[in-house]
């Protein structure tokens, strides 16, 4: 896809969910060598303990979701939305089990299988693959994660229940995501939530309050929802969201018109802010959900 066509997709709703794997395929490919400056393997969001770091915080994050689906060695763990297998690999060396991440960007897929190797390395797999269309059977995995990605999906109902179709009776399904606040008129979402999606390539996100229902019509037993905030400090996130902006504006710098584009550079430099604002205002949430299979 050409950075033009990807400019005219992403600008309205209709064109991101109807185009939604090449519009994220695109984004992903473009943000994620400077994504990889200030968030390295991981790219996501955390809740921070007073005095942590970055990393320290996204670990705390990927262990905290890892105890709560009662993930131990051996168990055959799915990751929907991999990025570049950060996460998996934290949570392979935490609990022994073996993961396979699955993502929609090819060039992700292909970044994180070259990064990772060793030992854990051998208990990683990763696969090009839509959260909507699964490739796997009936009840393949022990327990699964995401972590800031179905998001994406145009349809979160289905992916929800594709999840519900991989994952065996009585396991785990967590994770953690961006919502909308419960409620918001048009005219707010218009207003707060529109500008961060089309920053971040998203279609749309749906309301906090719809999460539980969501998951129960599946087919699991949610154990818990809560927000980031319920668990840590959401601010230093705004912080390393700036200077990730800054830095898309400075590889953006003199680039030619084969690279990204200055009207690209833009959207990038906004979505920070967008996605600050937002979330201050409580128009967007970061929550997170306990759920398990009903057998």
């Given at each position: 896809?050409?950075?033009?066509?990807?400019?005219?997709?992403?600008?309205?709703?209709?064109?991101?969910?109807?185009?939604?794997?090449?519009?994220?395929?695109?984004?992903?490919?473009?943000?994620?060598?400077?994504?990889?400056?200030?968030?390295?393997?991981?790219?996501?969001?955390?809740?921070?303990?007073?005095?942590?770091?970055?990393h320290?915080?996204?670990?705390?994050?990927?262990?905290?979701?890892?105890?709560?689906?009662?993930?131990?060695?051996?168990?055959e763990?799915?990751?929907?939305?991999?990025?570049?297998?950060?996460p998996?690999?934290?949570?392979?060396?935490y609990?022994g089990?073996t993961?396979?991440?699955?993502?929609?960007c090819?060039?992700?897929?292909?970044?994180?299988?070259?990064?990772?190797t060793?030992?854990?390395?051998?208990?990683?797999?990763?696969?090009e693959?839509?959260?909507?269309?699964l490739?796997?059977?009936?009840?393949?995995f022990?327990?699964?994660?995401?972590?800031?990605?179905?998001?994406?999906?145009?349809?979160?109902s289905?992916?929800?229940?594709?999840?519900?179709?991989?994952?065996?009776?009585?396991?785990?399904?967590?994770?953690?995501?961006?919502?909308?606040?419960?409620?918001?008129?048009?005219a707010?979402?218009?207003?707060?939530?529109?500008?961060?999606?089309?920053a971040?390539?998203?279609?749309?996100?749906?309301p906090?309050?719809?999460?539980?229902?969501?998951?129960?019509?599946?087919?699991?037993?949610?154990?818990s929802?809560?927000?980031?905030?319920?668990?840590g400090?959401?601010?230093?996130?705004?912080?390393?969201?700036?200077?990730?902006?800054?830095?898309?504006?400075?590889?953006?710098?003199?680039?030619?018109s084969?690279?990204?584009?200055?009207?690209?550079?833009?959207?990038?430099e906004?979505?920070?802010?967008?996605?600050?604002?937002?979330c201050?205002?409580?128009?967007?949430?970061?929550?997170?959900?306990?759920?398990?299979?009903?057998?």
């Amino acid at each position: 896809m050409q950075n033009t066509e990807y400019l005219e997709l992403v600008e309205t709703a209709g064109g991101r969910e109807n185009h939604y794997a090449r519009v994220v395929d695109r984004y992903y490919e473009l943000v994620t060598p400077m994504c990889r400056d200030v968030w390295s393997d991981s790219f996501h969001l955390a809740w921070f303990a007073e005095g942590q770091r970055l990393h320290e915080a996204q670990r705390t994050m990927q262990r905290w979701l890892a105890d709560r689906g009662g993930f131990t060695a051996g168990d055959e763990l799915l990751d929907v939305g991999c990025g570049i297998g950060g996460p998996a690999a934290n949570v392979a060396e935490y609990t022994g089990a073996t993961v396979t991440g699955v993502n929609i960007c090819g060039h992700q897929v292909r970044v994180a299988r070259s990064l990772h190797t060793g030992d854990v390395g051998r208990r990683l797999t990763f696969v090009e693959a839509d959260a909507m269309h699964l490739p796997y059977g009936p009840a393949e995995f022990d327990g699964v994660y995401s972590i800031e990605a179905l998001c994406y999906t145009p349809d979160k109902s289905r992916a929800y229940a594709e999840v519900a179709r991989v994952v065996k009776p009585g396991g785990a399904f967590v994770g953690a995501d961006w919502f909308c606040a419960d409620d918001l008129s048009e005219a707010d979402y218009a207003r707060w939530v529109e500008p961060m999606c089309r920053a971040f390539a998203i279609p749309r996100v749906i309301p906090f309050g719809a999460v539980r229902e969501h998951l129960e019509t599946a087919g699991f037993e949610v154990e818990s929802v809560s927000r980031y905030d319920d668990h840590g400090d959401v601010a230093p996130n705004w912080r390393l969201c700036d200077d990730n902006a800054a830095s898309a504006a400075g590889a953006g710098a003199g680039a030619g018109s084969d690279s990204r584009p200055e009207s690209f550079e833009s959207l990038l430099e906004a979505s920070a802010p967008a996605l600050r604002d937002a979330c201050t205002a409580g128009k967007v949430i970061m929550g997170c959900w306990v759920a398990r299979r009903r057998g």
